[in-house]
């Protein structure tokens, strides 16, 4: 069976190294080792708006603008007879209507069987569009970047107010403390009693939101929370802590499981608040019906701290969330508050180097505060 005529011509043509030179989509130029043009293919002579009768025996420097020209002189050239080629060389080609064509150069020399150098060859590629990619990606990173710093800046303007804010409120909140401890020493009557009881609740309720604000301000604005460590016996605090929010919440229990009895380095004041945060926290979420239990022990060097209540369950998706800023449980939005009770627990155990960690079932929700036993040095 002879051999297909068409198929023949389509192998002929796929090995035919001229006319894939002829026809590529990027520029051809060979030119003797001193420089003049030998060779050069239709894109090239498309580009330049020459005939190729016109480019033979031009040399090559005299179709480059003069900063490539110059470059091309002084260091390509010395490129090629040192190490033979060069690589995506930027240049400028002078167009015959005297404008100019931005470009990219390869070149390589072309040697002999005594390593004398019959040609050099180079391939030129169009870089207009590239250029255009790469000035279009600068002014969207310098876009990027102003954004990025105005929103910096809007931010710690932000939470220099809420730290001024924070501090501000203080003084009017302490006047209210102040003139309902001074009520509850009068004669009143019950009804009266009730409006000064509900009025020293909601301040020491303001007072916690305000304290977190305060802290989440020194956290955001690099500061970070201070701690002041001592070696203290955590029973008192945790005793403290819970008959405070016993107070708060008549009608819940809280339970607490206590098995450390030697001190531990910590900042007294900070480890209420991490717990003051988690039980108040317990209170509000977990279930009306059931107790939240407080525990602490030590265990292999390390101080544990658990808050746990009954409820429905958090879903897990907002558990990966729980301890960020301005979040709280999906499963009670109603709730009044900023959020940021949980994430100021978090940042006080990280300032501990510990961990403050939640898992939540349908038998109990728990979060864990651990940290190593620390020293004073």
């Not at 900063?67 to 080629?85: D, V």
């Not at 401890?181 to 609740?201: C, E, F, P, Q, Y």
């Not at 009954?310 to 897990?316: A, L, N, S, V, W």
Request: hydrophobic residues 40%; proline residues 4%.
């Amino acid at each position: 069976m002879l051999p297909d005529p068409e198929n023949i011509n389509n192998l002929n043509l796929e090995n035919d190294f001229e006319d894939f030179l002829e026809h590529s989509v990027s520029g051809y130029i060979s030119t003797k080792p001193s420089g003049e043009i030998i060779r050069t293919n239709s894109r090239l002579v498309e580009w330049l708006g020459y005939t190729k009768e016109d480019l033979i025996g031009k040399r090559i420097t005299s179709l480059l603008a003069m900063g490539s020209r110059i470059f091309y002189e002084t260091h390509l050239s010395p490129l090629l007879k040192l190490q033979g080629f060069f690589e995506e060389v930027s240049a400028e080609l002078l167009l015959k209507n005297g404008t100019k064509l931005q470009v990219l150069l390869n070149g390589y020399v072309r040697n002999d069987e005594n390593n004398k150098p019959q040609f050099i060859r180079l391939n030129v590629y169009r870089a207009t569009e590239r250029k255009v990619y790469e000035q279009n990606l600068r002014l969207a990173i310098i876009d990027a970047e102003k954004t990025l710093i105005a929103e910096r800046e809007l931010a710690t303007l932000r939470e220099q107010f809420i730290a001024v804010l924070g501090h501000d409120l203080r003084n009017p909140l302490g006047a209210i403390k102040s003139g309902a401890s001074l009520l509850t020493r009068s004669a009143l009557s019950d009804r009266d009693k009730s409006i000064v009881g509900m009025i020293k609740n909601s301040s020491l309720r303001m007072e916690e939101l305000i304290t977190n604000v305060m802290d989440f301000a020194r956290v955001r604005l690099g500061g970070g929370l201070s701690l002041d460590l001592k070696d203290i016996l955590i029973e008192p605090i945790i005793l403290h802590v819970t008959e405070e929010l016993r107070v708060i919440f008549p009608e819940r229990t809280v339970t607490v499981d206590f098995e450390v009895k030697n001190t531990i380095t910590c900042d007294a004041g900070r480890i209420s608040q991490l717990l003051s945060n988690l039980v108040a926290n317990a209170l509000t979420h977990g279930s009306a019906n059931e107790p939240v239990n407080v525990s602490a022990k030590i265990e292999l060097n390390y101080f544990e701290l658990a808050v746990s209540n009954g409820g429905k369950p958090i879903p897990e998706d907002v558990l990966e969330t729980l301890f960020e800023p301005f979040t709280r449980e999906g499963t009670t939005p109603s709730q009044q508050g900023l959020g940021l009770g949980l994430y100021i627990a978090a940042e006080i155990a990280r300032a501990h180097g510990g961990n403050l960690t939640a898992t939540s079932t349908a038998d109990e929700t728990r979060f864990t505060f651990r940290m190593p036993l620390l020293s004073i040095k």
